[in-house]
């Protein structure tokens, strides 16, 4: 990991950032804001270390921090496109310096100065940084006032195990408007316990099911919300193993399927890759209260936990994100608006 | 665009100019240019050397090239060829407008003619780099049609990783054969199966490919006949369908119907050559269409040399390339 010791790594305190960080990576359930958040964390000492070298090393820095990164723990997206955004924002510094007729900052100035020195630029893509930090702050928050244009009195709503975003969204209609919520338990970590706990508080009636039943019950389930890991370039969406059975019940019943995540999420690269299902967890969480673990036959058997399931567009509805609620078919416009497409492969 | 012509000499000068236009056009092609670059080609050449002195004179001389070349234009270049065409013109347009000195304007002209060619020279590349990401190694695709786009990243593909592709025979001209060739000399597997065979085959193929010749403003294709019917068919397979295709065949065309594409003169003949031991009665009746239209709903990503696209953004890179 350490093998390619660049210039920037050398700093203690870098160093320290990145192997911490790394190893949140590694761990199960991870926060994605957390992640985020170190992320941001990390990027902010690299460039302030990095600036006086010039805008292109700090570039080059921030792009081999992405790699870093997703060679750490190659499916997290989050960490890459915190550094994307990064990207983004000294590209467009880039493109001001290069040609100064772009530069619009500072439009009445009686004298304006063409190059901006390392100092300037330093403090523009700090800023830049904050204000991603400050988007992080009001992502639950701008999720969870939608709600109450999706939840209506009375509804029967369906959720798959535990997410924060879905947690906030039906904390906030719960304050004004009487619900049931039907959770199905996510028999890999039984986190829909964890959710039916969070909102035994609230103003809901809870029914808490096994994974199986969600077909059965489905019939009776007015919309269905659930949360994300990443939402892919196309509009598709990763989720937890369990949430496509989900999404094809809510399909074949034509009850819509809502996705709530924040845009930390939104990655511009497609699910074309099989390597991106492919990740598996500790088969000791399926064959946990298994009797005959132990037993010489059981042993030639293979057993299989994939983490992850893909949903595609066509069985989502709506995408509610901190941005407001759109469509998956809208993807690619934010995409633009975030990314730039030469940073989808660091 | 004649009614402007009055006497004969006019007349014999629009005509030899229109045949120097199309030699240079099929001269461009005998180089193995695609159509686009082509007429791209011979328009910055039509402005090099024109002795017009007026942005209006040169913009009558390049109307009056264009419709030489699509003459000549086989029907299935027809779509991408007034597409890029179109762009050309939008750009000298714009380029009059911005520059005051027609001199100046025509330096630009030029440089932009020049500039545009070689970016739809190296489409191709981008589209192979960007489109082999999607082909996996041990995947099975379906192909129809004859496109040199999608050749170009079987073969780029086919570089790291192992995959089997099923080729349509492609009648009635059977293009499918020599497609299958070029496959062949770049180390793919190949098989060929007859174009009603794509139903029977649909359930072991993990992802059709094709190219187009034109995409419509909503994200839907214009491509060889039978391309419609693959797609319908893949998409009650759920298979996803991917067209590889550049960017300046996207056209701010918006077909309706089938029968609203450009029909080729022989639609109503006979194609060749029928199987050989068939004999049938002239009163029968031939429909033989060369494009069909596959609408967006059928098609999962497009790749293109702007990046991969859905189809719902087509429109949008439409507009900004129309600009």
Request: hydrophobic share 40%; glycine share 4%; with cysteine.
């Given at each position: 990991m350490n093998h390619s010791t660049e210039n920037w790594l050398i700093g203690k305190e870098t160093r320290r950032a990145l192997n911490y960080l790394q190893k949140e990576l590694r761990e199960e359930p991870f926060s994605g804001l957390r992640i985020a958040k170190e992320t941001l964390r990390l990027l902010r000492i690299v460039v302030s270390s990095v600036a006086p070298s010039g805008l292109d090393k700090v570039e080059d820095a921030v792009r081999q921090l992405g790699r870093e990164l997703t060679r750490g723990y190659p499916r997290c997206f989050i960490a890459e496109n915190m550094a994307r955004r990064v990207l983004k924002v000294i590209h467009e510094e880039l493109q001001i310096a290069n040609n100064p007729r772009l530069d619009t900052s500072d439009?009445?100035?009686?004298?304006?100065?063409?190059?901006?020195?390392?100092?300037?630029?330093?403090?523009?893509?700090?800023?830049?940084?904050?204000?991603?930090?400050?988007?992080?702050?009001?992502?639950?928050?701008?999720?969870?006032?939608?709600?109450?244009?999706?939840?209506?009195?009375?509804?029967?709503?369906?959720?798959?195990?535990?997410?924060?975003?879905?947690?906030?969204?039906?904390?906030?209609?719960?304050?004004?408007?009487?619900?049931?919520?039907?959770?199905?338990?996510?028999?890999?970590?039984?986190?829909?316990?964890?959710?039916?706990?969070?909102?035994?508080e609230e103003n809901v009636d809870i029914t808490l099911i096994s994974d199986a039943a969600v077909v059965a019950l489905m019939s009776r389930v007015h919309k269905v919300i659930i949360g994300a890991e990443a939402i892919m370039a196309d509009g598709s969406v990763l989720a937890a193993s369990g949430t496509f059975m989900v999404a094809a019940a809510a399909r074949h019943y034509a009850v819509p399927l809502v996705i709530c995540a924040g845009l930390h999420k939104l990655t511009p690269l497609f699910p074309h890759h099989p390597d991106i299902l492919y990740d598996v967890l500790s088969p000791s969480q399926v064959i946990e209260n298994c009797k005959v673990w132990n037993e010489s036959w059981f042993r030639q058997l293979e057993v299989s936990c994939p983490r992850l399931d893909l949903i595609q567009s066509q069985y989502i509805r709506l995408l509610v994100t901190n941005s407001g609620g759109f469509s998956p078919s809208y993807v690619y416009r934010i995409l633009n608006e975030f990314y730039d497409e030469i940073d989808t492969f660091l | 665009m004649n009614g402007a012509l009055q006497n004969s000499h006019e007349q014999e000068l629009y005509s030899t100019f229109q045949k120097n236009v199309i030699e240079l056009f099929e001269h461009h092609l005998a180089t193995g240019s695609a159509y686009a670059p082509a007429a791209t080609s011979v328009l910055t050449e039509v402005i090099k050397s024109s002795e017009e002195e007026t942005v209006m004179g040169l913009e009558v001389q390049l109307k009056q090239a264009t419709d030489a070349i699509l003459k000549v234009a086989p029907i299935a270049a027809f779509v991408s060829l007034k597409a890029s065409t179109e762009l050309f013109l939008r750009f000298v347009i714009r380029t009059s407008l911005e520059s005051s000195d027609f001199e100046e304007c025509k330096r630009r002209l030029i440089k932009r003619g020049e500039y545009f060619r070689g970016l739809t020279e190296a489409s191709r590349d981008k589209i192979a780099e960007v489109g082999e990401r999607f082909i996996q190694d041990g995947s099975v695709i379906l192909t129809h049609g004859n496109s040199r786009v999608v050749a170009a990243v079987f073969e780029r593909a086919a570089k790291t990783k192992r995959f089997r592709v099923y080729v349509t025979e492609g009648r009635p001209d059977g293009s499918g054969?020599?497609?299958?060739?070029?496959?062949?000399?770049?180390?793919?597997?190949?098989?060929?199966?007859?174009?009603?065979?794509?139903?029977?085959?649909m359930d072991q193929v993990d992802l059709v490919l094709v190219g187009a010749e034109g995409v419509a403003e909503n994200g839907g294709i214009i491509n060889r006949v039978g391309s419609l019917q693959v797609a319908i068919v893949a998409s009650s397979y759920n298979k996803p369908v991917f067209v590889a295709v550049e960017s300046y065949k996207f056209s701010r065309i918006y077909p309706l119907r089938q029968h609203d594409l450009p029909l080729p003169s022989k639609y109503r003949e006979p194609w060749y050559p029928l199987l050989p031991e068939v004999k049938i009665s002239k009163d029968v009746q031939f429909e033989n269409p060369a494009s069909d239209f596959t609408p967006p709903s059928l098609i999962s990503l497009l790749f293109t040399d702007l990046g991969v696209l859905t189809p719902a953004a087509v429109s949008d890179e439409l507009i900004r390339l129309y600009q």
């Open positions: 439009l009445g100035s009686p004298c304006r100065n063409p190059v901006k020195n390392a100092k300037t630029v330093k403090n523009i893509v700090m800023e830049s940084i904050s204000e991603i930090e400050d988007e992080l702050d009001a992502v639950l928050p701008n999720i969870a006032e939608q709600s109450l244009e999706h939840i209506h009195s009375n509804e029967v709503l369906l959720t798959f195990g535990h997410s924060q975003s879905v947690e906030e969204f039906l904390k906030s209609a719960a304050e004004k408007r009487h619900f049931e919520i039907i959770i199905a338990e996510c028999e890999l970590d039984y986190s829909g316990h964890r959710l039916a706990k969070n909102l035994s | 054969y020599s497609f299958a060739e070029r496959l062949l000399s770049a180390g793919v597997s190949v098989t060929i199966i007859l174009d009603s065979c794509v139903g029977f085959i």
